[in-house]
């Protein structure tokens, strides 16, 4: 099976740069399964994990609290917010930072219709890294 | 001439002054290698930022709604320029070379007509451009205190700077900064944030000819890429002006401690000089005193 070249950067650095199988992909409009030779795309990211598959295993599992992909049938580049491996993230660190973007969501209610979408994406991805805390 | 007691402490005092920069130095060669490491890590991200937008950015940027952020607002009147030095002195002349930049680009555009607004982020810039500028200051914002810089700080920052672009508080926004060439070179570097200048891009040649798709939306993604990728862009200048601080200070301490030690080997000659000129003048007294008897 051909592979691509799957990069996962984020702004303070590259935390992944190798051939891979397929990556799965959390897309602003639902996951998005990505296979080597995949229509140019670019897409925004929502807040959920990448899951990395080679040699038919799942390989690797990174949360990513938002972002964009750029999508060529033999590269796919993932620009995230910010990134951690699943098994690194911390559910009391989730739950604060939930706690946060609620505070900041209550606080945007009188604000422009898109600072509360900014801060209701932000929430969102927040509730999604609980889960993913959770669930490894 | 001095006393010896004088010279004494003197070479004392020199000699402690020459112990605290070497340590500064040392320091500061540290921090360096942090901040130079650092400011590679975030290399990555802002070159595939850059592509993206090259390949988005060219699409949109002829349509009549295209977001100000991308085209500006149309005027050239108003300049906010963002000035980035450190927060602390000592550095040589890194703080000063950003500080006389931008007083030449202030008084420039100012010449032209234009209004300029300031907002600093250092304390040091701040104290530079106050005792002439206050009255365009709108703001300063300082990072002392932070062991790391992260890229919620830059964030900050862009947030700011975006809140003001939509209330049209300006038209045209610049970074100045300290570019980091080198260890012993920084380069006053002026940099044009808002209109966003696009690259010149080959993006699409990458993707086979191919045009990309979007999701959800072209408009929806560049509303979303184009505030990341000001606070990209401001990361990566305080990046550069926090390793261009090291290196500075690395230099300058570098130099006083050089210095220090001419200035020891100089008293201490003269140190020794006077005091065998005293046993001569002693001598001297004894002999001709017995001759004398």
Sequence with gaps: ?136 | MPSLKSLRSRINSVKSTRKITQAMKMVAAAKLRRAQSQAEAARPYAERMERMLASLGASVASSPDAPRMLVGTGADNVHLLVVVTADRGLAGPFNTNVGRFARARIRALEGEGKTVKILTVGRKGAAYLKREFASRFIGEITLAGKKRLEFADAQDVAHRITAMLEAGEFDVCSLLYNRFRNVITQVPTEQRLIPAPLPEGEATADAGGALYEYEPTEEEILAQLLPQNLAIQIYRALLESAAGEQGSRMTAMDNATRNAGEMINKLTLNYNRTRQANITKELIEIISGAEAV
């Design chain 1, 1 to 136: 099976m051909a592979n691509f070249q799957l990069e996962l950067v984020s702004p303070e650095k590259l935390l992944l740069s190798r051939e891979v199988e397929m990556a799965i992909i959390p897309a602003a409009e639902g996951e998005m399964g990505v296979l080597a030779g995949h229509a140019p795309m670019i897409v925004a990211l929502r807040g959920g994990i990448i899951r990395v598959r080679e040699n038919g295993q799942e390989t690797e599992r990174l949360f990513v609290a938002g972002g964009f992909a750029e999508i060529t049938p033999t590269r796919v580049t993932v620009l995230a917010d910010e990134a951690t491996p699943v098994a690194e993230l911390s559910r009391t660190e989730a739950e604060r930072r939930i706690g946060e973007a609620e505070a900041a969501y209550a606080a945007a209610a009188s604000d422009t219709p898109e600072h509360r979408d900014a801060a209701m994406a932000r929430l969102l991805s927040m509730r999604a890294m609980r889960d993913a805390a959770q669930a490894a």
